[in-house]
T-cell receptor, first 115, second 113 residues
């Protein structure tokens, strides 16, 4: 079974631009979560989507948004990029098992550099 | 608000040594606690997941324990090898709606040959 894939793997943008990152979950998984990793703040939860609906959200400004499509693929968008948005963006998918929480499987990440 | 702390921040040991990484969390209302490994510039590899009802999990040379009442988890690595060099992250899954993990800052491990 293929793992979680993220595209692109590397991205360079300039301040003020916007960017869209893509995540394809493991086949059959319906939950996709996004995380931001920076040297200063570590790994922080952005949001989670399940069956095309945002189910949980972290403490990030409205410039960070996401969506999920009917095939469970998810995109994350950052508008009006700032230097501090430079980070490794990780997505994770979870299987639709019964239970309150399901294990997350992480992709390789997208490295975003804002100049 | 759940907060996760890892000690030490960095660790350098000779090959063959047994070692313990520590993780503490402030809120015991968790579904589970997970340990990950991250190599430089890469994504996360899940090592062990301990459900809130469990006390420990083992996989090969790795053993993780969980004490919810004291808000602590430890990852024990036996007979360390240079290939174990990486950053080790622990993450708690708070009892909230949906899937979410709260991560510690990680322990950078270097095993010298």
């Amino acid at each position: 079974k293929a793992g979680v894939t993220q595209t692109p793997r590397y991205l360079i943008k300039t301040r003020g631009q916007q960017v869209t990152l893509s995540c394809s979950p493991i086949s059959g998984h319906r939950s996709v979560s996004w995380y931001q990793q920076t040297p200063g703040q570590g790994l922080q939860f952005l949001f989670e989507y399940f069956s095309e609906t945002q189910r949980n959200k972290g403490n990030f400004p409205g410039r960070f948004s996401g969506r999920q499509f009917s095939n469970s693929r998810s995109e994350m968008n950052v508008s009006t990029l700032e230097l501090g948005d430079s980070a490794l963006y990780l997505c994770a998918s979870s299987p639709p098992l019964a239970g309150a929480y399901n294990e997350q499987f992480f992709g390789p990440g997208t490295r975003l550099t804002v100049l | 608000k759940q907060e996760v702390t890892q000690i030490p921040a960095a660790l350098s040991v000779p090959e063959g040594e047994n070692l313990v990484l520590n993780c503490s969390f402030t809120d015991s209302a968790i579904y589970n606690l997970q340990w990950f490994r991250q190599d430089p510039g890469k994504g996360l590899t899940s090592l062990l997941l301990i459900q809130s009802s469990q006390r420990e999990q083992t996989s090969g040379r790795l053993n993780a324990s969980l004490d919810k009442s004291s808000g602590r988890s430890t990852l024990y690595i036996a007979a360390s090898q240079p290939g174990d060099s990486a950053t080790y992250l622990c993450a708690a899954a708070p009892m909230e709606y949906g899937n979410k993990l709260v991560f510690g800052a990680g322990t950078i491990l270097r095993v010298k040959s």
